[in-house]
């Protein structure tokens, strides 16, 4: 079996490293950040096969950051969660995440869970849906976060305008509220504010030479007029 990369953000030391040890010990190679910030740096540059995001987290609510990954991307996500309350679980899935796990957390159960999602995934999106679409005539890499054109040159976006356009491109067509961008690319560096999401469209309709290809959807926000698909 091919070793699967997981990326837990969980602030618990003592169980980080005893999560670590097992995971370890069948097949999985973990990396661990502590705060959600770190997170999004850390899965925006190298490879993951599974998110473990813990809902209680310093910087910021975990469900939040579930759905700032998944208005970029498809990679599967268990949320690890110290609430019984069926409405917190529920939350969970409605804001992205493909299953939970209760804490304190056996990792036999976080194994198993991390399996299901990933094969599921695999299943609806193929292996690639994670990391490469085609928009139109554009190919989007979400690892190198390089976009090129049909002759294989490439588009120069800045990291907020590249975030922006995978967003739009992740949701195939789907209408995508400007609420929703503005928290896809408020990581630090990206637009704080419904204008700047305006401007940034604009912009990348420039460098895509298209005005068609990302779509106004009036008093909503944005979709992709062209067509997606997975590479």
């Known amino acids: 079996m091919n070793e699967i990369n997981i990326l837990m953000v969980e602030d618990d030391p003592e169980f980080t490293r005893y999560v670590i040890t097992y995971l370890g010990k069948n097949g999985f190679k973990v990396e661990t950040v502590a705060n959600g910030a770190d997170m999004l740096q850390v899965f925006e540059n190298e490879k993951c096969d599974c998110l473990v995001i813990d809902l209680t987290l310093p910087d910021e609510d975990g469900i939040s950051l579930v759905r700032k990954v998944r208005a970029r991307s498809a990679v599967p996500i268990v949320v690890l969660t110290g609430s019984e309350s069926v409405d917190d679980k529920l939350s969970c899935l409605e804001a992205g995440a493909d299953d939970y796990v209760s804490k304190p957390a056996d990792p036999r159960e976080l194994i198993a869970r991390i399996h ?11 292996p690639s849906r994670n990391d490469m679409l085609k928009l139109g005539p554009v190919t989007l890499d979400r690892l190198r976060r390089i976009a090129t054109d049909k002759s294989g040159q490439v588009i120069k976006f800045t990291p907020a305008e590249f975030i922006l356009v995978w967003a739009l491109a992740q949701s195939d067509g789907k209408v995508r509220t400007r609420d929703e ?12 504010s419904f204008r700047a999401v305006d401007v940034l469209v604009s912009r990348i309709r420039k460098k895509l030479g298209d005005k068609a290809a990302i779509l106004t959807v009036a008093h909503v926000g944005y979709k992709c007029g062209w067509p997606v698909k997975a590479q």
């Open 116 to 126: 299901v999602v990933i094969n599921r995934v695999r299943e609806n999106h193929g």
């Open 181 to 192: 961008l503005v928290v896809a690319v408020s990581t630090g560096e990206g637009p704080i």
